[in-house]
Structure formats: structure tokens, C-alpha cells
């Protein structure tokens, strides 16, 4: 049984990466977000980094701790296991827990990691438009000033962090467990791409390159919540497309692009944009 993690920014992709790695009927099927997951891990990872000033006085020392979270996590994933007892491999995805892939690396043994990767400046213009549809549709909870005053600043260093964690990780093994995908490589050339994810994860994901609607997903997103609807993509449920390639040319203006390039530099040229 190996868990396979799927991560990267929000609108990178991660959506359509989940699909095309449930299309192999020995995982389970497209599900919702592992959120609760999230925060177990994000438990351990926050009593590590408080461990003198904190966590001391709760457990004896960094192993207790470490074993103590193992035991709980890996329950949990059993737990998912056990719903889906057909699936020989579990596939789960939530964008930001890619902040967490060395955790859950210290924590659960047979474990995979797919990050996807996707232009900044189309990454920064699909947050932004998911800002303004929280406006619309009077979602405020998440409306935050990096969306409402457009701080470019506030989103290349959320954008950073999505993805810092794992390109920085030196653990031992590591970065053998991790595949790093491009979006445009996987919606330009996916036969080529989905080639490399099947290499990685051992699966058979061809059905996916010719399907035109999303097979073996279980999500209905005609019944979101009002706080997911803003982030809903009309992308979703259907064929792999590259149409949103290079649209943040019609969201971002010359300014804003010019100080996404020069900002963020960094991530371009680690990235390859």
C-alpha cells in the first residue's frame, strides 16, 4: 500500500493531477480534500519548531513526539484505507500540504509526493479571480487583504511557500519520493508527462490522456460550500486542455507582470519559466 500525497499552490493544478492519478482502478476514487489530515501533521510539524518553549512538557523528547504522531497519522490513513477496500494504493491531495511532505516523510513509510508547478503569474491571476468571485458572491471568510488590496508581494511569498519546504528538504531519501510536474507540460504534452507519472507511481493512467470527462470521481461540485464555490474551475470534469496557458495576460497588467518577473526571479529560474 503506498499513499500517494498531491500538493502544489492553489489553482497549480492539483485538482486535474488528482484526477489523472485516480483513472487507475486500483486507487481510490477522485475524493475531496484531505484537510483533516493537514492539521494532524501540521500538529506535529508546529510541536517540533515549539519543541523548548512547549511541547517539552508534554513529551520527553523529539522521538516520543515523532512516534506519538506516526501512531496517530497512520490510524487515520488506515482508517481511509478501510473505506476503500478495493483501492491497493490511496491518492490524496490538498494543495498546501506540500508545505508538509518532509513531515509526513518522518512519519509514514510507503509514501509518495507529486507536486505540480505552474506559472506564477497564471497562478497569481487565477488567485486573483478567485478573490473577486469571493466578493461577488459576499464570501468573506477567506477574503483576506492579499486579495482584496491585490498584494502581488503577499502572493509570490504565499506561491513560495507551497513549494519551499520539499525543494529545500535535505532528509535523507527524500527527494527520490518526490515527483516535480509542470502544468503545462502535463496539458501541452500529456502523453509525454503522464508517461513520466506513470513511471513514478507504477500506475496505468493512459485512460486519462483520451477521456473527455472525469471518470471515477465522487465529489458533486454542484453542492460546494459558499467558502469552496469561488475557487471552482470551469475546467473541472472535463478533458485535459491547455486553455488556461498564458491567461494571465487578459487578469494582470504590464506593471504587475513586470514586478511578478522581477520579484520573483527566484522562483523562475528555479522553475524554469
Not at 482584496?148 to 519546504?165: G, P, V
Not at 509542470?182 to 477521456?211: C, M, W
Amino acid at each position: 500500500m503506498t499513499y500517494f500525497f498531491i500538493g502544489g499552490c492553489p489553482r497549480s493544478g492539483t485538482t486535474l493531477l488528482q484526477n489523472i492519478i485516480c483513472s487507475d482502478s486500483k486507487v481510490n476514487p477522485l475524493i475531496g480534500e484531505i484537510g483533516y489530515l493537514y492539521h494532524l501533521v501540521n500538529a506535529y510539524s508546529t510541536g517540533k519548531i515549539d519543541f523548548e518553549s512547549q511541547t517539552k512538557y508534554y513529551f520527553s523528547n523529539l522521538t516520543e513526539l515523532r512516534n506519538f504522531s506516526s501512531e496517530l497519522v497512520n490510524k487515520f490513513l488506515k482508517h481511509i484505507q478501510n473505506r476503500y477496500t478495493d483501492a491497493t494504493h490511496i491518492v490524496l491531495r490538498y494543495p498546501l500540504i506540500g508545505e508538509l511532505f518532509p513531515e509526513i516523510y518522518e512519519l509514514v513509510e510507503d509514501v509518495k509526493f507529486i507536486l505540480i508547478i505552474r506559472d506564477p503569474r497564471d497562478t497569481i491571476a487565477s488567485l486573483i479571480n478567485v478573490g473577486n468571485k469571493m466578493a461577488t458572491l459576499g464570501e468573506t471568510r477567506h477574503l483576506t487583504p492579499m486579495f482584496t488590496e491585490r498584494k502581488l508581494s503577499e502572493f509570490l511569498e504565499f506561491y513560495r511557500r507551497a513549494y519551499a519546504s520539499s525543494w529545500n528538504c535535505k532528509l535523507v531519501g527524500f527527494q527520490t519520493k518526490v515527483a516535480y510536474i509542470k502544468y503545462e507540460h502535463l496539458v501541452l504534452n500529456p502523453e509525454k508527462a503522464i508517461r513520466q507519472l506513470q513511471d513514478f507511481t507504477g500506475l496505468n493512467l493512459s485512460s486519462s490522456i483520451k477521456d473527455d470527462k472525469w471518470q471515477r470521481i465522487k465529489i458533486n461540485y454542484s453542492q460546494l460550500s459558499d467558502a469552496e464555490k469561488p475557487w471552482y474551475s470551469e475546467l473541472y470534469g472535463k478533458g485535459i486542455s491547455a486553455a488556461s496557458v498564458g491567461r494571465y495576460r487578459q487578469v494582470l497588467q504590464q506593471e504587475e507582470i513586470n514586478f511578478i518577473q522581477k520579484e520573483g526571479a527566484d522562483i523562475f529560474k528555479i522553475f524554469g519559466y
